[in-house]
């Protein structure tokens, strides 16, 4: 029988100073990204002018600034096969120049020799071209790669490189020798490209299209390089709306909602772009209620980013977050055990899988990975666990490593970390105690009342008073029928007092109203 392809909403917040992103998959979260609507300038796939600030012989590496307070870093590796070329179009670039010409005339060369060492090729106070692989974590500036690439949907197009590649996905040899044929028609001099998997079965129409778009991203950054050869940003690859929709959009995707009139033209250029078909699942949100609320993505979001996430059968995970590694504890919590405690554990350990599948993609965690699974004896359901976790993780896009359980029950994965991982305090400040965890004695709190009736009693001249409590200091104030708090203050200030007991209140949270129904300060 043929497995039934979930649905994919993507849901779209835009407030004044921030986007937020939510990727629901059966109506579930499964990601979630914000981007600042002011835009930060040090983000994967940005391009900058940066400038060579230090060699590091010893590393075969070098310190970048790239107007980042943190300088990049850059190995020799990652100058590409034929960096000569892009610094020679930097050095040469200037307004006088037709900088189209000068693109074309350069030769690409031969490619850079595996062995070879940076200081061959860099030097203090050099400008160079460098695009960001991996963002700012903790103290380490932004990793840089000097091979430009620009990614489509079905294209990522290569400045000076001269191969095409195609993805081994496509398995139809006539449809690689068409795509193969068709790119290397549209592209000009000294521009090669990967064709991806999505550009299989792909028109000529829709490929031309996003080609020039990426080439006309490409050359639109010239003219400030040629203009000013200063430490600026060049361009960034695309918003994170566009970004979600490149890597993700498939046929799965049923709606994409957007609070936004702008972005959603945007996101609807952009999908008339990649994928023309699938234009009108692009909606403009224009109900009353918020849309996170409306599509329940911040219960989601409350009930997810916690330090202890609940799962379903009671069980829950203790998820830390240290400098060096994330640590996931599995608890089985209040769940009803079987007899049969190991099969218990592996139940609970499976449920614990498919959500820490979801959380490394939801708080988008990264580096190292330990998770203390509850242990069981039997190595059938070590294994049928370890392969259960790889099958979850093939739906992850960022590069990972699942490792078998060890003796002790723990299981490392490892996952590609290009951004910080991503949280959200999900804890508010008690109103009670405001944030130092004590509280009033109760033993106290009848003194306190008896002195503020007294001063509106006798100072003020008020008569009568509601007096709103939780119904637990309620309890505590009637307590006694003759001889309550209660009825000790109407005698003594002679002062008509209704109780009125609010479910809403915390343990001795009060207010007193006058007979208007308005607070008395």
């Not at 986007?19 to 600042?36: G, M």
């Not at 994967?44 to 980042?68: E, T, Y």
């Not at 809403?504 to 129904?517: A, H, I, R, T």
């Amino acid at each position: 029988m043929e497995s039934v392809k979930p649905d994919k909403d993507l849901i779209v917040d835009v407030s004044a100073s921030e986007v937020h992103i939510a990727l629901l998959e059966n109506h579930r979260l499964i990601e979630y990204n914000t981007e600042s609507s002011t835009g930060n300038k040090f983000t994967v796939g940005d391009v900058h002018l940066g400038k060579v600030k230090k060699i590091l012989p010893n590393l075969n590496a070098a310190f970048v600034d790239i107007g980042d307070k943190k300088e990049a870093f850059i190995h020799y590796l990652d100058l590409g096969l034929y960096f000569p070329a892009f610094d020679q179009f930097v050095r040469e670039s200037n307004g006088n120049t037709k900088l189209k010409d000068l693109y074309s005339r350069i030769k690409i060369g031969q490619p850079l020799p595996k062995e070879g060492r940076i200081e061959e090729f860099l030097r203090p106070g050099q400008m160079i071209i460098a695009q960001i692989v991996k963002e700012p974590i903790s103290t380490k500036g932004s990793r840089l790669t000097a091979e430009i690439s620009l990614a489509g949907r079905n294209i990522v197009l290569l400045p000076f490189a001269e191969k095409v590649s195609i993805s081994q996905k496509i398995g139809s040899k006539e449809e690689k020798r068409r795509l193969e044929t068709l790119v290397r028609s549209i592209l000009p001099v000294n521009y090669g490209a990967i064709i991806r998997t999505a550009a299989e079965g792909k028109n000529a129409a829709t490929l031309v299209a996003e080609t020039e778009s990426l080439i006309e991203k490409w050359e639109s950054s010239w003219k400030k390089i040629a203009k000013n050869k200063n430490v600026q940003l060049l361009f960034t690859e695309y918003s994170k709306t566009t970004t979600v929709l490149r890597d993700l959009l498939n046929d799965s995707f049923s709606n994409i909602w957007i609070n936004d009139e702008r972005v959603a033209d945007e996101a609807r250029k952009y999908v008339s772009l990649i994928s023309p078909e699938q234009e009108k699942i692009v909606h403009l949100y224009e109900g009353k209620q918020p849309i996170y609320d409306h599509f329940e993505v911040t219960r989601q979001i409350k009930g997810s980013f916690g330090k202890v996430v609940p799962m379903r059968q009671g069980a829950y995970l203790v998820i830390e977050t240290t400098e060096a590694l994330n640590v996931i504890d599995v608890n089985s919590g209040i769940r009803t055990k079987t007899s049969d405690q190991e099969e218990n554990s592996f139940e609970v350990n499976k449920i614990a899988a498919e959500e820490i599948a979801r959380q490394l993609r939801l708080r988008d965690m990264g580096g190292i990975v330990i998770v203390d699974f509850i242990d069981m004896e039997s190595n059938e359901h070590k294994n049928a666990l370890h392969k259960y976790m790889q099958e979850l993780m093939e739906a992850d896009r960022a590069k990972h490593n699942v490792l078998p359980l060890t003796k002790f029950g723990l299981m490392q994965i490892t996952r590609q970390r290009i951004r910080p991982v991503t949280e959200i305090n999900t804890m508010e400040q008690c109103p009670v105690c405001h944030g130092t965890g004590k509280i009033a004695s109760s033993v106290v709190i009848d003194e306190e009342l008896e002195r503020k009736i007294a001063f509106y009693s006798i100072e003020k001249g008020i008569r009568y008073i509601k007096l709103q409590t939780s119904p637990i200091l309620g309890s505590y104030l009637k307590r006694g029928l003759f001889n309550s708090f209660l009825s000790k203050w109407r005698k003594r200030y002679k002062i008509r007092i209704d109780l009125e007991e609010v479910t809403d209140f915390s343990v001795l949270q009060n207010e007193m109203l006058n007979e208007k129904g308005e607070k008395l300060e």
